[in-house]
């Protein structure tokens, strides 16, 4: 399938990927990891050439780990690739929300895959991306969880201090109200 590009030009869907690929390493989502850049260009190599790469090639050859690495041992690509699914997850929704091509790192997999964007997922992934700084803010799971902590800490202490004050309710009718009655009986003997 052959598409034109911006400069009128027909790009292969290889050329396409290509072009997206650089577009993601360039963006300031990924400009600062060298290491999911790396990544990422090898992943694509990968896919556009036919084969798919394994946890020992990617640590070896990506990531210059020894001969002797051990997968189960070494988690390093497999973090490295959740890392790089975050930011790819990232790209789309800020910078990328416009892209007509998608790229994108299934979970359980070291195969990147090319899809092109449905015509409406854009709009509503620039909609989200918009409402995610004023609305969705608050939200985030870090904040939710200092809330939760909070809110069972405050709803504990008013327990405690319900108990307390209703033992010093009970308790003060039985001091209070003895003494002052004996105290009449005494005086009138």
Known sequence: MRVTGSTGIALSSGDQKLRQIERLV???VLSGSESLCRLLRYLAE???????????????????????FEPGLDSTVRVQSGRLRL???EYYAQDGAGDPLIVELPKGSYAVTFRYRAPLEGRL???????????????????????????????TLALISAAALGYLLATQDDVVGT???AERDSSVL
Do not use: D, M
């Open 26 to 28: 360039s963006s300031s």
């Open 46 to 68: 990968h896919e556009l050439s036919g084969s798919s790469a394994t946890e020992y090639q990617i640590a070896t050859e990506v990531f210059s780990r020894p001969a002797n």
């Open 87 to 89: 930011k790819l997850a």
């Open 125 to 155: 992934t620039n909609s989200i991306a918009a409402l995610e700084g004023p609305v969705l803010a608050p939200l985030r799971s870090k904040q939710r969880e200092h809330w939760v902590a909070f809110l069972v800490v405050a709803i």
């Open 179 to 181: 003494p002052l009655s």
